[in-house]
T-cell receptor, first 113, second 114 residues
Framework: SQQGEEDPQALSIQEGENATMNCSYKTSINNLQWYRQNSGRGLVHLILIRSNEREKHSGRLRVTLDTSKKSSSLLITASRAADTASYFCATAPDSNSGYALNFGKGTSLLVTP | GAVVSQHPSRVICKSGTSVKIECRSLDFQATTMFWYRQFPKQSLMLMATSNEGSKATYEQGVEKDKFLINHASLTLSTLTVTSAHPEDSSFYIC??????????FGQGTRLTVV
């Protein structure tokens, strides 16, 4: 079942700017993951942050997690046109659920040259 | 990293026919596999969870007689859309989990029912 909510739903920025996307969720989690999806294509795993972590970096990506607020943010710095895609957060529940991920509704990012 | 291969990537079928989609974990044994469906401009919705050698667990609202899932081995799960109709047209994507805390996704299958 879907439990994540991303905002904004759509984001349009120029190359070089930073893009910030937020995700909120409802139940306790084991970890939270961010994925990218280009139009009509499969998912690309970007980063996984565990419930006991607060911040994680990977290249131009920075993810934060606030379990008290049940929220996460994804920051893409120095954006490029190739970053244009939909971005989804997905939570892995903190229970023996077989590890199915609950996906948010996604943020559609457009980076213009 | 672990590789999950999904086949076919695209399929067009006539209304009333059945379509089988395969999901293989290539370099690890998948104890659990998941099937998701994604309608255009929407998010991924979990359809079912399958464990090797046992019956799949379907999410509420997913018809198990229409979406047959078989997970006969630790490296292969199949989803068969039976008697497909245009409203079943969607993007279907599988993921597989081994013995770590990550699940790995296939490339997805675009199903178009005409």
């Amino acid at each position: 079942s879907q439990q994540g909510e991303e905002d904004p739903q759509a984001l349009s920025i120029q190359e070089g700017e930073n893009a910030t996307m937020n995700c909120s969720y409802k139940t306790s989690i084991n970890n939270l993951q961010w994925y990218r999806q280009n139009s009509g294509r499969g998912l690309v795993h970007l980063i996984l942050i565990r419930s006991n972590e607060r911040e994680k970096h990977s290249g131009r990506l920075r993810v934060t997690l606030d379990t008290s607020k049940k929220s996460s943010s994804l920051l893409i710095t120095a954006s490029r046109a190739a970053d244009t895609a939909s971005y989804f957060c997905a939570t892995a529940p903190d229970s023996n659920s077989g590890y199915a991920l609950n996906f948010g509704k996604g943020t559609s990012l457009l980076v213009t040259p | 990293g672990a590789v999950v291969s999904q086949h076919p990537s695209r399929v067009i079928c006539k209304s009333g026919t059945s379509v089988k989609i395969e999901c293989r974990s290539l370099d690890f044994q998948a104890t659990t596999m998941f099937w998701y469906r994604q309608f255009p401009k929407q998010s991924l919705m979990l359809m079912a969870t399958s464990n090797e050698g046992s019956k799949a667990t379907y999410e509420q609202g997913v018809e198990k007689d229409k979406f047959l899932i078989n997970h006969a081995s630790l490296t292969l799960s199949t989803l068969t859309v039976t008697s497909a109709h245009p409203e079943d047209s969607s993007f279907y994507i599988c993921s597989a989990r081994g013995f770590t805390d990550r699940a790995f996704f296939g490339q997805g299958t675009r199903l178009t029912v005409v």
